[in-house]
């Protein structure tokens, strides 16, 4: 798995049964590989709609199923687990480009761009490969995104509370599991900017220093200006109703830098501004919830995962805006918030090759219900 934040490769190795029913996932291994640095700013210029050709896309593709066959070799190193006896792998690719249902405003043909093919990883490592999951959505008029709350049923929905899964990636997501629920009661959609907004202003800000080395720490400093923060909250995703998902195109560079250019021109700080950008993220997730979610039920508690889980300016204004709900990481239910993603890919993987649906029309917007993902058959299979 590699989002929207394009840091680099989440690998998890898993053991799980094959029985939707089973006793769970066992996480064996896990390995974050970051991205060289030419290769993430050659995928961060494409995402932001830099000068291209098809070669150079051509080439990327290629570079992001090596990188993410290296991590695979890696994390079976940690897992102990030789190649040949690992099934599958389950890849989600790298999105560069996502135009959903109604991007341009009007009802035109959407897409969606994830580089990395499974039959580049399936040659490179031998291992049978799911990947594409989201154009077959595309292609039912569906958002193609999100699509790991299937996930969040099959694994984390309770049996006495009403549970929110909030994952703070680049774009925040939630998925709403009410107790006791079925498959189809299950709500999910992008809320808007989970990191991306921040990542891009602190690397502005910021040039010489890693995104995540201070920027909880300069985002705490900081104090947030209620009138940027209201400015931007009037953007129109904010108001579209679910289905909705966002990427790049929504709040990527340009959406950033017009932040970043009215902070300035209020004279904020460095810190004000990161410290903005934070309640920004936060808003627009409990304004969300406020509208499309506590209108049909109850919270009693959220779990966080995603980058955004280990910043403490986010966290902390997150556990006062949801209260009464409780706010958790996602860790307390059993996989690690930095895997749970990878993991959660391996799950969709496995429900292919199953040939089991994992569309959730109410959720993405599909006209119905297919398998997703496409299979690449490994040389050692």
């Not at 974050?32 to 961060?44: G, N, Q, V, W």
Request: hydrophobic fraction near 45%.
């Amino acid at each position: 798995m590699s989002g929207t934040s394009m840091d680099g490769v989440d690998a998890a190795v898993v053991k799980m049964p094959a029985a939707r029913e089973g006793d769970g996932v066992e996480l064996l291994a896990f390995h974050t590989a970051p991205y060289p640095d030419e290769l993430k700013s050659s995928l961060m210029e494409l995402a932001f709609g830099e000068q291209c050709t098809a070669e150079d896309i051509a080439v990327l593709h290629t570079s992001v199923a090596v990188a993410f066959a290296n991590a695979f070799h890696t994390a079976c190193r940690k897992a102990e687990v030789k190649t040949g006896e690992v099934d599958f792998i389950g890849s989600h690719g790298q999105t560069v480009a996502h135009a959903p249902p109604g991007h341009d405003g009007k009802n035109l043909i959407a897409g969606t761009l994830q580089l990395g093919p499974p039959g580049m990883i399936a040659a490179l490592t031998g291992v049978s490969t799911v990947g594409d999951f989201r154009v077959a959505d595309i292609a039912l008029g569906g958002q193609g995104a999100p699509l790991v709350p299937y996930v969040d049923f099959l694994l984390r929905k309770s049996t006495s509370k009403d549970r929110v899964i909030l994952n703070l990636g680049g774009i925040a997501n939630v998925t709403y599991l009410p107790k006791n629920c079925t498959v189809d009661e299950v709500i999910a959609f992008d809320t808007g900017p989970g990191n991306m907004v921040l990542d891009e202003l602190h690397r502005a800000l910021y040039p010489n220093d890693a995104v995540a080395e201070k920027l909880g720490e300069r985002s705490l400093a900081g104090k947030a200006s209620p009138s940027l923060v209201e400015t931007f909250l009037e953007f129109s995703y904010f108001d579209q109703k679910p289905p909705k998902s966002a990427g790049h195109r929504e709040f990527g560079g340009r959406f950033a830098w017009e932040f970043l250019s009215k902070a300035q021109a209020e004279g904020l700080k460095p810190a004000d501004t990161l410290a903005s950008a934070v309640r920004l993220t936060t808003r627009s997730i409990v304004a969300a919830l406020d509208e499309f979610v506590r209108k049909e039920g109850n919270i009693d508690e959220v779990f966080a995962t995603g980058g955004g889980s280990l910043n403490p300016a986010m966290m902390d204004e997150l556990k006062m805006m949801l209260e009464p709900a409780t706010l958790h990481r996602i860790d307390e239910l059993g996989i690690p918030a930095d895997a749970k993603e990878a993991v959660d890919f391996a799950v969709l993987a496995r429900e292919a090759l199953m040939a089991r649906q994992t569309v959730l029309p109410r959720v993405t917007g599909a006209s119905r219900g297919t398998v997703l993902g496409t299979i690449a058959i490994g040389s050692s299979t």
